[in-house]
């Protein structure tokens, strides 16, 4: 029997197998993956939180301004209520705080001054302006109420008693007005009511019989407006006396009401059609800032009526510093420019202008800016009825 023979296996050839595993080239290759990687969404998250930033200051910056724009408009939608007649506007108006118990006279009793004389408003922070904005806070007819005998320094006799309460402010006032000549008024709270006799801290003396007493209610707005190491700030002339140069520092005084606010600037819109046949048509042809004067060709209280808004703007700065230059030029508004002519895209005149300068501050390039303009008619001028040519009233401006 013949024995089969099984092939034997073919030696192997070649080298060994390499067991498994990374070499340092590879894995160094990976770590330099792996590092890249990590810078892409470092950078990337750099660049969302860099965003984020900035949209939150503009943010930031826009709610100032928006906030800054309401509380002035709210004031000057309300300026001049029941002290529109024009037997009292632009007269001085003299009367005791009742906070720090000062004796002051405001220079004109008008619904809005722009930038008033220092010793009643010291100046802000540079190149902004100030306000002075005053209004009633009465139900009262803005006619006045008609007084029954002479008054005295303390004492008015009126004929509707009614209309009056203890606490009210009351200024009195002749029916008739002398144009070429100043008038000062006395501001006083009523203290007690008898019959038709008011008795007040103060008032008009010697006003002749049928002159006109004016409730300002009992708490008139007499509030002075001013930019202050960057914030709006308010005082209250009824309680402080806003004009003291040595409270313009403290913040119970003079109260930051918008933060982050570095610029005002206001302009009165003013009514100048018809100047020679003395007749208004009651739209704005002007803005400037000149503050009527007694020294004008045109009584001081045309001077005052023929004021009938206010264009402002208001510019809001972000709260974030950057290190680069990201503001190369200040903002603009309408009333940056000087114009002396009109076209028909443009149908008032600016003859002076009144930029926004923050040079002030010489980082102010470092931030950003939100630039807010509004303008408001003076609605209590608008309405007072005294206007010969459009509301058929008897008073010819």
Known sequence: MTATRLPLPAPRTGRRSRLGGFSLVEIMVGILIGMFAVLVI???LSSTSTQQRLAGSSGDAQINGAIASHLLSRELTQAGLGLSAYTLLGCSLGYTTTGDGAAVTLGALAPVTVNPATSLVPAGDANTDT?????GASGSPSEGDATLAVSTSTSLTVSTPTSFAVGDWVVAAGTTRDSSSACALRLGRVTAISGSALTLTSAT???PLNSGAYNLGARPNIHAFAVRNGNLTMCDYLVNNCGSSSATGNSAVWVPIASNVVSLRAQYGRDTSGLAASTMDGVVDSFDQTTPASGGTVPLYCGWLRVIGLRLALVARSQQYD??????AAPTWSGATANTSTTTALTTVTPTAAPIDLSGNSEWQHYRYKTIEVS????NIIWNGNQQSYQGGNVKC
Do not use: D, H, M
């Open 376 to 379: 408001i008619p003076l609605r």
């Open 323 to 328: 290190k680069a230059l990201v503001t190369t």
């Open 205 to 207: 003396a010697s006003l």
């Open 131 to 135: 306000l002075l904005v005053i209004g």
């Open 42 to 44: 470092l950078q990337l």
